[in-house]
């Protein structure tokens, strides 16, 4: 069973850069998809972006495109989310998720069975 667990949020000015880490233990993540999902509080959780663990592809919301990056880190068994020129409206929660599978555009949070605990992101103006 694979566990997740996210790092590297805090408190950051706006136009900055940030670089979360979800860092992967047990199981196999092989033949998996690993994605990247925020949430603000008293909001619906929103899928960011989604990268296949075999292949590398990855995947975007659409809105989202341009200052988020994902990528992962076979040796180190961990996927990153790079956020560039921070805006306020990124303040959230960014849950790592996993789901078994090789395709990557699935952006419902239903479809993804491991999560992480979360890591909060702050962004002040």
């Known amino acids: 069973q694979v566990q997740l667990v996210e790092s590297g949020g805090g408190l950051v000015q706006a136009g900055n850069s940030l670089r979360l880490s979800c860092a992967a233990s047990?199981?196999?993540?092989?033949?998996?998809?690993l994605a990247w999902f925020r949430q603000v509080t008293g909001k619906e959780r929103e899928f960011v972006a989604s990268?296949?663990?075999?292949?590398?592809?990855?995947y975007y919301k659409e809105a989202l495109k341009g200052r988020f990056t994902i990528s992962r880190d076979v040796a180190m068994r961990a996927v990153s989310l790079e956020i560039d020129s921070l805006k306020p409206e990124d303040t959230a929660v960014y849950y790592c998720?996993?789901?078994?599978?090789?395709?990557?555009?699935?952006?419902?949070?239903?479809?993804?069975?491991?999560w992480g605990q979360g890591t909060q992101v702050t962004v002040s103006s």
């Open positions: 998720a996993a789901k078994s599978g090789y395709y990557v555009d699935y952006d419902a949070q239903g479809e993804y069975d491991t």
């Open positions: 990268i296949s663990w075999n292949r590398g592809n990855a």
């Open positions: 047990g199981g196999t993540l092989s033949g998996h998809v």
